[in-house]
């Protein structure tokens, strides 16, 4: 399915998330290694995500959105100490909810104005993660994006 552009930077930092998650359920993945990228890429996401798209939902998914995030992010916090597989699951299915159910809902209530203001927001916010250890690549595809899109 083609995302709406405005949420396609929230996608890629899924792939980032979901690849993560499945080396966590494999067991391929270490505390010390997720806390890296919880602090590095993750938390910020899971406050980008609250922030502009909890607006443009009902109070039922709002919610569920930042229940969701508060369970993965104590886990995060507790990393350490936490069940890996879990958070493993909780993140994996997390992500999934959000492509397959939250985003279609804001791409089909969303007024072009709220998308288009949404677009600008992720284009900056993806811009900061664009030397992300965790998708080396990424700057290198915004560029071409920006290239393709002014030409």
Same mark, same amino acid.
């Given at each position: 399915?083609?995302?709406?552009?405005?949420?396609?930077?929230?996608?890629?930092?899924?792939?980032?998330? +979901?690849?993560?998650?499945?080396?966590?359920?494999?067991?391929?993945?270490?505390?010390?290694?997720?806390?890296?990228?919880?602090?590095?890429?993750?938390?910020?996401?899971?406050?980008?995500?609250?922030?502009?798209?909890?607006?443009?939902?009902?109070?039922?998914?709002?919610?569920?959105?930042?229940?969701?995030?508060?369970?993965?992010?104590?886990?995060?916090?507790?990393?350490?100490?936490?069940? +890996?597989? /879990?958070?493993? /699951?909780? +993140?994996?299915?997390?992500?999934?909810?959000?492509?397959?159910?939250?985003?279609?809902? %804001?791409?089909?209530?969303?007024?072009?104005?709220?998308?288009?203001?949404?677009? *600008?927001?992720?284009?900056? %916010?993806?811009?900061?993660?664009?030397?992300?250890?965790?998708?080396? /690549? *990424?700057?290198?595809?915004?560029?071409?994006?920006?290239?393709?899109?002014?030409?």
């Amino acid at each position: 399915m083609k995302r709406h552009p405005a949420l396609q930077p929230f996608s890629r930092d899924h792939n980032v998330g +979901l690849v993560f998650a499945r080396r966590i359920e494999r067991g391929d993945a270490v505390a010390e290694e997720f806390a890296k990228l919880w602090a590095e890429e993750l938390d910020a996401h899971f406050r980008d995500e609250e922030a502009l798209l909890g607006p443009l939902v009902g109070d039922d998914t709002r919610n569920r959105l930042v229940a969701e995030h508060r369970a993965i992010r104590e886990l995060a916090e507790s990393v350490a100490t936490a069940d +890996l597989g /879990r958070l493993g /699951r909780l +993140l994996d299915a997390h992500i999934r909810w959000e492509e397959r159910e939250l985003f279609p809902a %804001i791409e089909a209530s969303a007024s072009e104005a709220e998308l288009a203001a949404l677009g *600008r927001r992720t284009t900056v %916010i993806e811009a900061t993660r664009s030397s992300s250890t965790w998708a080396p /690549r *990424r700057g290198e595809l915004n560029r071409s994006r920006q290239q393709n899109s002014t030409d």
